[in-house]
C-alpha cells in the first residue's frame, strides 16, 4: 500500500473507487465499435510496448492506420478471419510467443479477447466519423465522461486540495469528480460542484471570486478549469448541485489539458498571473491581466528532472517557485524568463513550497520532515531550517496577514511556524490521519487541514483551538476504520 500512502500516487484511484465504471465493454446485441469498445482494450494491454515511443517489433498501435499498417510482418489483421489474424491469435495463443509477452504480463482477459475476435468478425472496421490518422490516446481522453458523483460516498476520499471562501465562511474541498463546498461554522455541506477532474490536487480564488481548480484523474488526464460557484445550481435536499462539467455558466474557462495530472497551482493577489505544474514536469504560466477571457500561455517552464509537486508565485509576479519530486526546489525569473537557483538542501523528495509576498524568502518542505528557507535570487545556500514535524511535510502555505507559515504532514498534525525567524508556533492536531494540505483563511485568522481520511479540521490561528472538524466526503459521518491501511 506504499503507492497509495503517496499523495499523488497513480495507482491510487483504482484502489480508492472501485465503483468507477471506467472500461468500456462491448453490450451483448450491439456491433462492435473501434474506438468505444476495442481502443481501450488496447491501451490497457498493448500500449505500453507498441506506442509512437516503443514500438515493439517496429508495431505502433496508437491509431487505426498503424495499426493496419502493422510492425516488421505488415497487416496483422485479415478483416473477417480472428483465427488467421496475428492481432487476435497472438493474444490467445497457447503457444510461447503470445502477446503481451509471457514474462511481461498477463494475458489479455477471455471476454476483451472475445470482443477483439468480434472486431475483426465484423470487418475490422473504423467508426464512422473518425480520422483513420487519429490519435487514440487523445481520442479516448476526449471521448471520456466523467462519473456523476454518488449522492453519499460509499468510502471517504482523500482530501489533497481545499481553500477558504473570499468571505473566510466557507471551505472549498476536492471530491471525487466534484468540488464539495461547507459551511464553516456549521459543518454543513452547502454546494456540490461536479467536475470532469477526479480529483483537485490546487484550488485557488480570483480576485473577482472565480475559482480555478487543477486537477486531473491520475495517469490519465490533467487540467486547470475555472468555475463561477455563484452561478444558480440545482437544489437537491438542501444543497445546491452545479454541473460544472456542462453547464457554461458554472464552467467559465478551460485553460488547458495535458496527459497527466496538474498537482499544483499559484496565482498573484492581483488575479495577473497563474502558473500550474505536475506529472508532465511543466509549469504553465498563465497572463490573465486582460481578463479570462483573453488568458494567454505566457510561458511552460521546463527545470524539474520530474514531477512539479508544488508552486508559488512572489506578488509582484515575477518569482516562480517550484517544488520537485527530483529533490530540490527551483526559482524561475518569470520577466527574465530564466532559472535563477536550484535549492538542493532536501536531497529527498520537496513537497511543498510557498514564497513571501514580496519575494525576499522561500520556503520548502519535504520528505525529509524539514521546513526550510533560502533567498529566491539568492546562491542556494539555506539560510534556516526547523524541524519538529515527525513525518515527512507534505504542504506550506503563507498567512496572507502576518509572517506566519503553516505546514501538513504525515504526523497527523498542522505546524504553524514564524515565517521570519521559523520559531515554532502551535501544533494544530485533532486530525487522524496524514495532512495533505493545509490552507489560510483571507483574513489570516483560520487555518484549515485536510486528510487522507477525508477528515478536514478549520482551527483559529490566535489561540490554536479547534473551530470545526468534520469528514468532508459526503454521506461519511464518522470516520470509518480504513481497511486499505496498516
Ligand atoms: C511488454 C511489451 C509488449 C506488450 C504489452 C505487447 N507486445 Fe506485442 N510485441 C512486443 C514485442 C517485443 C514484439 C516483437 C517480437 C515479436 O514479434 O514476438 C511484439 C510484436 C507484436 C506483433 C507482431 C508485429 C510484427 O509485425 O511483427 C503484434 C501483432 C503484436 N505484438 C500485438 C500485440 C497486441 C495486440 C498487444 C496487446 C494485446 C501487444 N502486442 C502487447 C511486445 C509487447
Keep these: 500500500m506504499l503507492l497509495c500512502r503517496y499523495p499523488v500516487g497513480t495507482l491510487c484511484a483504482a484502489v480508492l473507487w472501485l465503483a468507477s465504471p471506467q472500461l468500456a465493454s462491448a453490450q451483448p446485441g450491439k456491433p462492435v465499435s473501434f474506438i468505444n469498445d476495442v481502443a481501450p482494450i488496447l491501451k490497457e494491454n498493448c500500449f505500453a510496448c507498441h506506442d509512437t515511443k516503443k514500438k515493439s517489433g517496429k508495431y505502433d498501435m496508437t491509431s487505426y492506420e498503424k495499426i493496419r499498417a502493422g510492425g516488421a510482418n505488415g497487416d496483422p489483421v485479415t478483416p473477417g478471419k480472428p483465427e488467421t489474424s496475428e492481432f487476435h491469435s497472438l493474444i490467445v495463443t497457447a503457444d510461447q510467443r503470445r502477446m503481451p509477452p509471457r514474462d511481461k504480463g498477463e494475458a489479455v482477459p ?3 479477447a472475445g470482443v477483439i475476435a468480434q472486431w475483426i468478425k465484423d470487418g475490422a472496421k473504423l467508426d464512422a466519423g473518425l480520422d483513420p490518422k487519429a490519435d487514440l490516446v487523445k481520442e479516448l481522453r476526449v471521448r471520456w465522461k466523467p462519473p456523476v458523483p454518488p449522492a453519499k460516498y460509499p468510502f471517504a476520499i482523500i482530501v489533497n486540495a481545499l481553500a477558504f471562501t473570499p468571505d473566510n465562511k466557507q471551505l472549498v474541498v476536492g471530491g471525487h469528480h466534484e468540488l464539495t463546498i461547507w459551511d464553516v461554522a456549521t459543518a454543513k455541506l452547502v454546494k456540490r460542484v461536479y467536475t470532469r477532474a477526479e480529483r483537485a490536487y490546487g484550488i485557488a480564488f480570483l480576485p473577482d471570486g472565480k475559482l480555478a481548480v487543477a486537477g486531473g484523474r491520475p495517469g490519465q488526464e490533467g487540467d486547470v478549469r475555472v468555475y463561477n460557484i455563484a452561478a444558480k445550481g440545482k437544489d ?14 458554472v464552467l467559465v474557462k478551460h485553460l488547458f489539458d495535458v496527459e497527466d495530472s496538474v498537482l499544483c497551482l499559484a496565482i498573484t493577489p492581483d488575479g495577473k498571473t497563474l502558473a500550474a505544474g505536475g506529472c508532465d514536469r511543466a509549469v504553465r504560466v498563465f497572463d490573465l491581466s486582460a481578463g479570462l477571457d483573453k488568458a494567454a500561455l505566457m510561458q511552460t517552464v521546463e527545470n524539474h528532472a520530474d514531477w512539479v509537486l508544488g508552486c508559488g508565485i512572489s506578488a509582484d509576479g515575477k518569482y516562480l517557485v517550484t517544488a520537485g519530486r527530483d529533490k530540490t526546489a527551483k526559482v524561475w525569473d518569470l520577466k527574465e524568463k530564466q532559472s535563477i537557483v536550484t535549492f538542493p538542501e532536501h536531497q529527498n523528495i520537496v513537497y511543498g513550497v510557498t514564497v513571501k509576498a514580496d519575494g525576499s524568502a522561500g520556503f520548502s518542505v519535504g520528505a525529509d520532515r524539514q521546513l526550510r528557507t533560502w533567498k529566491p535570487n ?41 515565517a521570519d525567524t521559523l520559531a ?31 477528515s478536514v479540521a478549520v482551527w483559529k490561528v490566535s489561540d490554536g483551538t479547534t473551530v470545526k472538524a468534520f469528514n468532508a466526503s459526503p454521506g461519511i459521518v464518522t470516520k470509518e476504520p480504513d481497511p486499505k491501511k496498516k
Excluded: C
Design 110 to 112: 477471455k471476454d476483451k
Design 236 to 249: 437537491e435536499g438542501g444543497v445546491e448541485v452545479l454541473d460544472g462539467v456542462n453547464d457554461k455558466a
Design 378 to 418: 539568492g546562491e542556494g545556500k539555506q539560510v534556516r531550517n526547523a524541524a519538529g514535524h515527525g513525518d515527512e511535510v507534505f504542504k506550506i502555505a503563507y498567512n496572507p496577514k502576518q509572517p506566519m507559515l503553516a505546514t501538513s504532514s504525515a504526523d497527523k498534525t498542522v505546524r504553524l511556524w514564524n
Design 424 to 454: 515554532a508556533g502551535k501544533t494544530l492536531s485533532g486530525l487522524t490521519d496524514y495532512v495533505y494540505t493545509v490552507a489560510f483563511s483571507p483574513d489570516g485568522e483560520l487555518v484549515a487541514g485536510g486528510s487522507y481520511d477525508g
